[in-house]
Every structure is written in structure tokens, then in C-alpha cells.
């Protein structure tokens, strides 16, 4: 069977596909009461929207939301909320070689040996586009958590990092890339045209920051709220690894280097450190909850690769079409949306068990 719902209380399922006429999401569990409406979700939409800036794809989608239930005078009445957002600049004849043969890094094959049969049209579900669903889902979610502020940027590009110096959190909505390091920004520029004219792609790095969460949310051992946010951010497109805090870092480090020392404050700890990032056992501490996010390369490029076609037949095989030449540049809303989307969830748990 396929899995296209995600969380446990407050839940949503995602439907369509990149080449249909329209993609969405259902979100049910989520309190009554809540003021919603379209204009409240779009400005996250109009984040991840194609056709910004040279540096993602080109294809020209508006990403409009409609909201088609759930609501009943501009309020959640607790029902499921029907998202819908319409598809209007398809171009199915870009992929009539894919539909002949596989993209080598793409989801081609596999769905195939899975379904044996596939929507070829942009990758149908494996596309992510899908991902302009969750972030629906997500402007609904965070309704749910309204004294946590979630904040996601670029850390890197083609493994050109960031100078944590230069962090400056204004700058993240100044350039083209989410990117706090006005200077890594512009080198980027220079990267990402050079990839695009070579008909490549380059992979990146999303750092994401949570704060405003309360200790004591997540479980012990099979809900662990660090393994939920793993399991969200693994589950969009292109994402080939997570880390929480200081993830595989941590394993250079000392038994007393790692601990976040605690001492007094006010109403709580006062913790000197972070490397744990906002988690301990599976709950959260009060800190801020980091994790960073690894994009592989966009698979669908312009340079030929060695393939084979649906009948096993040696081949190559070059991209046509309008693609991200750095697919983890609009990735920064989906992961925002998915961190979002968790702790509504965890939220929602914790009272439900806690009160």
C-alpha cells in the first residue's frame, strides 16, 4: 500500500501530481476555533512559488490556494480542511524521452518496479512540486503552534558554506536564496548560473530553527520528537540526509564536550550549550530545536547520462524541460512546513496525554 498521510492527531494526506490538473492536501485533527483563510496561507506558498529568479525553475505557477471545507465563517469548525491548489502551466511534452527510458538519481525506476506503471509527466508523485501541498498544510499547522517561530535558511550551496560570522537574519528575505551570508549569496549567484549554463545541478544544505517550544513536548523511544522531525524532513523530495543539533559532529566530541551544561535561571535551567539541539530523549528541552537538512542535486539535467530504457536496453538519456538547478533553494518553505506540521502534532499529543 502507499503512504500519503502524515502524523498522528493532527494529520494530513496529499493528493495529485505535477502534470494533473490540480494537487492539495486534507488536514483533519486540527482544533476548531482558529481564525483561517487563504490569505493567511498564501504568503507561505508565494515562498516556494517556481519562476522567482533565474536560479529555479522557470515554470510559471501562480500556487493560488483555495480552501474547499473546514472553515465556516473565516474559522476552523474542527472538521477536515480541503486544500486545493490548481496546476496551469504544465508542458507534458518535455518528458517524452523519460517516458521512454529512466533519470539515473531520479524515482523513474524505482516506481516502476514498484507499480509497473508510472506517471512519467514530471515524475507525477515523485516530483516536487507535490511539495507545494505541505506547505499548504503547513500554514495551517502553524495556527496550532502560535508562539513558535519557525525559521529556516540556505546554509549551503555545492558545498560552499555560509560564514557563521555573517549571520544576519534580515538578510534571509533580501536575496534569491534564503541566505543569511550576504556574501555567500553572491558567490552562489555565480555558481548556480555556471551549473545551470552546464546543464547540472548542485545540491545544498537547509538549516531550520525553531524556537518558542515549550519543554516537554515528544515521547520516549517511538515518537521522539527528534525522530519525527528526521522522519518529516527524510520524506520531501530530494532530501538524502538530517541532523539534529549537532548531529554526525557530535560523534568527534567528548562525553563533556557534548553535555549541555545546565545551571540556575528563572523558572527553569539555564543551559550553556546546545549541542543537542532542543532534544533530550526523545522531548524537547525549552531550547531552540535546529536541524539541517541535506538536498541532493536536481536528477533531471541537460548534460546526457548513461541509462537504459523501459525494456533494459542501454541508453542515454538528457532532461528536457524547466527544472530547479538547485532544488534545495525552494526547499527552505517545504522544511519550515514540515517542522511545522510536526510540532502541531506533538503539540496536540502532549496536551492530549499531559493536559
Known amino acids: 500500500m502507499s503512504f500519503n498521510t502524515f502524523g498522528r492527531v493532527f494529520r494530513f494526506t496529499t493528493w495529485g501530481e505535477s502534470h494533473g490538473p490540480a494537487l492539495g492536501a486534507v488536514v483533519d485533527g486540527c482544533p476548531p476555533g482558529l481564525a483561517l483563510t487563504e490569505a493567511g496561507i498564501q504568503p507561505w506558498l508565494d515562498k516556494r512559488r517556481p519562476g522567482q529568479s533565474r536560479f529555479t525553475t522557470q515554470r510559471r ?40 527510458a529512466y533519470r539515473p ?72 536564496f534564503f541566505c543569511p551570508d550576504a556574501a555567500a549569496a553572491q558567490r552562489w549567484e555565480q555558481r548556480i548560473d555556471a551549473a545551470r549554463k552546464a546543464g547540472s545541478s548542485l545540491g545544498a544544505i537547509v538549516a531550520c ?78 531550547q531552540p530545536l535546529r536541524l539541517r537538512v541535506a538536498f541532493k542535486p536536481t536528477s533531471s539535467i541537460l548534460t546526457p547520462v548513461e541509462t537504459i530504457t523501459r525494456d533494459g536496453e542501454a541508453s542515454e538519456i538528457m532532461t528536457r524541460g524547466r527544472h530547479d538547478p538547485c532544488v534545495g533553494i525552494r526547499g527552505v518553505p517545504v522544511v519550515e512546513a514540515m517542522v511545522a506540521l510536526v510540532l502541531a502534532d506533538q503539540a496536540l499529543l502532549h496536551r492530549a496525554q499531559c493536559g
Open 61 to 100: 505557477e501562480p500556487d493560488e490556494v483555495r480552501i474547499l471545507s473546514g472553515i465556516f465563517e473565516g474559522r476552523t469548525t474542527g472538521t477536515p480542511i480541503s486544500l486545493m491548489i490548481e496546476n496551469v502551466d504544465q508542458r507534458s511534452k518535455d518528458y517524452s524521452e523519460v517516458a521512454k
Open 105 to 176: 538519481g531520479h524515482a523513474d525506476y524505482a516506481y516502476d518496479a514498484k507499480y509497473g506503471f508510472r506517471d512519467y509527466r514530471g515524475g507525477g508523485r515523485s516530483s516536487a512540486r507535490e511539495t507545494a501541498a505541505r506547505v499548504a498544510a503547513g500554514g495551517v499547522a502553524r495556527l496550532v503552534v502560535p508562539g513558535v517561530r519557525i525559521r529556516a535558511w540556505v546554509e549551503a550551496v555545492g558545498g560552499d558554506a555560509i560564514d557563521p560570522a555573517a549571520f544576519d537574519d534580515a538578510e534571509i528575505d533580501r536575496n534569491a
Open 209 to 286: 530553527e525553531a524556537t518558542g517550544v515549550p519543554a516537554g513536548w515528544g515521547a520516549p523511544l517511538y515518537a521522539k520528537l527528534d525522530s519525527e522531525l528526521a522522519a518529516a524532513c527524510m520524506s520531501i523530495n530530494a532530501v538524502k540526509g538530517v541532523e539534529i543539533g549537532d548531529g554526525f559532529a557530535a560523534a568527534a566530541l567528548t562525553g563533556e564536550e557534548n553535555a549541555d551544561a545546565m545551571r540556575p535561571g528563572n523558572g527553569g535551567p539555564r543551559f550553556l550549550a546546545n549541542h543537542a539541539g532542543g532534544i533530550a530523549g526523545g522531548i524537547s528541552t525549552g
